[in-house]
């Protein structure tokens, strides 16, 4: 089974800054998904981002790019002029292109926004 | 568009009582889930459905059993909750290889 890391169980930020969350995944395949899910207080999952593993060009969705990096197995978040209303829980998750049934979710990164 | 709807949203069990989470999806969707989300863990597959009749373990099997329905409706099932069982519960559904999970909103699941 594929694994994620997220290597930052917490993380602050100020408001209207910027912050990187960081996620690496260990796959021996070539296609895959990658994805990031923000989990607000109201405990409900919402897709912020996602990157084909065979697309270089890095995804961006507003405030909210990723930095790809398919060599290193790195998918950075990066919330750019951060609001109060990005403070979640932050999942990063993995999926197969061939075998693409199952998902595989890292542990989450906390994210705090100060006022 | 009520895309993946869960219920019940919180559920109190005592010890050796039975229950069934129900989830039920209208995106036409083939693939279904059921995931518990502990602190710290994130989120663990429990089970899943590739399709209509079919059901796979995941990576906590031990305590539930699912049942696929019909496209639509994947049910979980606690038999005999033990307290090792209180998380949080979500049912995903997912079309396509390159479509993301869909979620429901979550059952908060208490076994005193």
């Known amino acids: 089974a594929q694994t994620v890391t997220q290597s930052q169980p917490e993380m602050s930020v100020q408001e209207a800054e910027t912050v990187t969350l960081s996620c690496t995944y260990d796959?021996?395949?070539?296609?895959?998904?990658l994805f990031w899910y923000k989990q607000p207080p109201s405990r409900q999952m919402i897709l912020v981002i996602r990157q084909e593993a065979y697309k270089q060009q890095n995804a961006t969705e507003n405030r909210f790019s990723v930095n790809f990096q398919k060599a290193a197995k790195s998918f950075s978040l990066k919330i750019s002029d951060s609001q109060l209303g990005d403070a979640a829980m932050y999942f990063c998750a993995y999926r197969s292109a061939n075998t693409g049934n199952q998902f595989y979710f890292g542990t989450g990164t906390s994210l705090t926004v100060i006022p | 568009n009520a895309g993946v709807t869960q219920t019940p949203k919180f559920q109190v069990l005592k010890t050796g009582q039975s229950m069934t989470l129900q989830c039920a999806q209208d995106?036409?969707?083939?693939?279904m889930y059921w995931y518990r989300q502990d602190p710290g863990m994130g989120l663990r597959l429990i089970y899943y459905s590739a399709s209509e009749g079919t059901t796979d373990k995941g990576e906590v099997p031990n305590g539930y059993n699912v049942s696929r329905l019909n496209k639509r409706e994947f049910s979980l099932r606690l038999e005999s909750a033990a307290p090792s069982q209180t998380s949080v519960y979500f049912c995903a559904s997912s079309g396509t290889l390159n479509s993301p999970l869909h979620f429901g909103n979550g059952t908060r699941l208490t076994v005193t």
């Open positions: 796959t021996s395949e070539s296609d895959y998904y």
């Open positions: 995106m036409n969707h083939n693939s």
